[in-house]
């Protein structure tokens, strides 16, 4: 029985959701990727509270005309990085959620590092 793009994916992402958990101490920077948006959070699964969230769509973001998707994932690291600054978040553990480390992910992935944010 072949397995539907979605499907792979849900394995992949539980996979790796056996090995990463969030405390409070070091969340996880969790990644959601649609086909026009990204969205990020940073939870706390020990106490499973969502501790901070940025998407593509915020006001800052979205006002934006004319950039492409992946240049939209480096606002959003960006954006995830400085309110975990605010927050006294300095280091995270990476949930790719199941997408290749590969285009938005990966930009978003390198813009959060350049925030400040420690991986």
């Not at 699964?45 to 934006?64: C, F, H, M, P």
Request: glycine share 8%; proline share 1%.
């Amino acid at each position: 029985m072949a397995l539907t793009k979605i499907e792979k994916r849900k394995r992949i992402r539980m996979r790796i959701r056996k090995k990463i958990s969030g405390t409070a101490e070091l969340p996880r920077l969790a990644v959601f990727r649609s086909n026009k948006q990204i969205y990020v959070q940073v939870v706390d699964d020990l106490n499973r509270v969502t501790l901070i969230s940025a998407s593509s769509k915020e006001k800052e973001i979205a006002g934006q005309t004319g950039i492409k998707k992946t240049e939209q994932a480096k606002l959003v690291g960006k954006l995830i990085a400085s309110k975990c600054k605010e927050k006294g978040i300095e280091g995270v553990v990476f949930d790719r959620s199941g997408y290749k480390y590969h285009g938005r992910v990966k930009s978003l992935a390198d813009a959060a590092r350049e925030g400040g944010l420690k991986f």
